[in-house]
């Protein structure tokens, strides 16, 4: 999952991502394993990288109603939000 910050919510941000959205995608099935801050370059600023078990449980996973909301919430926050789904090769793919 990639996006950048919101100039001036960067505060609000980080109380939502620790507080609601990490907790959140791990009920979901997600184990967030990496989390990437771009500091120069023209990258997005924020990568999240998480596995899980199974292609389907992935699959099922961003179906899922409360993906969708969680991911609209952040939306408050973010711009540019982007993710997708690729087989596990074990490091960060982006």
Known sequence: MTWNIKPGK??????YILHEYLPQLNQLGFDVNEA???AH???????????MGSWTL??????NEKFH???????DYVDDL??????NKGSFQF
Do not use: C, M
């Open 10 to 15: 960067e505060q609000e941000y980080f109380s």
């Open 69 to 75: 909301r969680i991911n609209e919430e952040l939306l």
């Open 58 to 63: 992935a699959e099922q996973a961003i179906r």
């Open 41 to 51: 370059g023209d990258h997005p600023q924020i990568l999240l990288a998480a596995v």
């Open 36 to 38: 990437w801050l771009t």
């Open 82 to 87: 982007d993710y997708k789904l690729a087989p």
